[in-house]
Antibody, heavy 115, light 108 residues
Framework: QVQLQESGPGLVKPSETLSLICTVS????????WSWIRQPAGKGLEWVGR???????NYNPSLESRVTMSIDSSKNQFSLKLTSVTAADTAIYYC?????????WGQGIQVTVSS | DIQMTQSPSSLSASVGDRVTITCQAS??????LNWYQQKPGKAPKLLIS???NLEMGVPSRFSGSGSGTDFTLTISSLQPEDIATYYC??????????FGPGTRVDIK
């Protein structure tokens, strides 16, 4: 059974870079896309980006100038970097396996942008 | 971008009621429409993929239908454990995946 777990700092200062890792267990990362999705408190879901390999990546255009995703298949991990963060980037960040539909999801990690 | 809308934004129904949530896409999305259930404090859970494919373990009181731009999630007999927010999501455009704004379901 595939499981995903997000990890990273829960607090990031404004203008700095948010960095998260998603660790995948129970299956190989090959043959699937992997996505990040975020959710501000009390609000809906926003897709951040998806990747298959290092050369097959799509980002949400609203975040594209600040987002970088990467993958380390040898560690069964993929990562998210979001630069120049502001309070608007405060959210729960989820990673998920992406087959067009998202399943399964990680439990999510709360990231707060504050000085 | 393909925009997704949902109605209603919230509803309150009695146990045993039939509940219907609609999702509309700004352009045709063929069968590429999924539904999720999110309970408070939890990650979303995939309920239905490709309009009507019920995921394993999801109760049969949940069903999905629709085509083109208009889609429906139906709960045939609302149960207390169905209290959650429901989201639709399209993947017709794989360069930008989008969710509906969500429908909150409560018990009356």
């Amino acid at each position: 059974q595939v499981q995903l777990q997000e990890s990273g700092p829960g607090l990031v200062k404004p203008s700095e870079t948010l960095s998260l890792i998603c660790t995948v267990s129970g299956d190989s990362m090959r043959s699937y896309y992997w996505s990040w999705i975020r959710q501000p408190a009390g609000k809906g879901l926003e897709w951040v980006g998806r990747m298959y390999t290092s050369t097959s990546i799509n980002y949400n255009p609203s975040l594209e100038s600040r987002v970088t995703m990467s993958i380390d298949s040898s560690k069964n991990q993929f990562s998210l970097k979001l630069t120049s963060v502001t309070a608007a980037d405060t959210a729960i960040y989820y990673c998920a396996r992406d087959s067009g539909w998202f399943d399964p999801w990680g439990q999510g990690i709360q990231v707060t942008v504050s000085s | 971008d393909i925009q997704m809308t949902q109605s209603p934004s919230s509803l309150s129904a009695s146990v045993g009621d039939r509940v219907t949530i609609t999702c509309q896409a700004s352009q045709g999305i063929n069968k590429y429409l999924n539904w999720y259930q999110q309970k408070p404090g939890k990650a979303p859970k995939l309920l239905i993929s490709d309009v009507s494919n019920l995921e394993m373990g999801v109760p049969s009181r949940f069903s999905g239908s629709g085509s083109g731009t208009d889609f429906t999630l139906t709960i045939s007999s609302l149960q207390p454990e169905d209290i959650a927010t429901y989201y639709c999501q399209q993947y017709e455009d794989l360069s930008i995946l989008t969710f509906g704004p969500g429908t909150r379901v409560d018990i009356k």
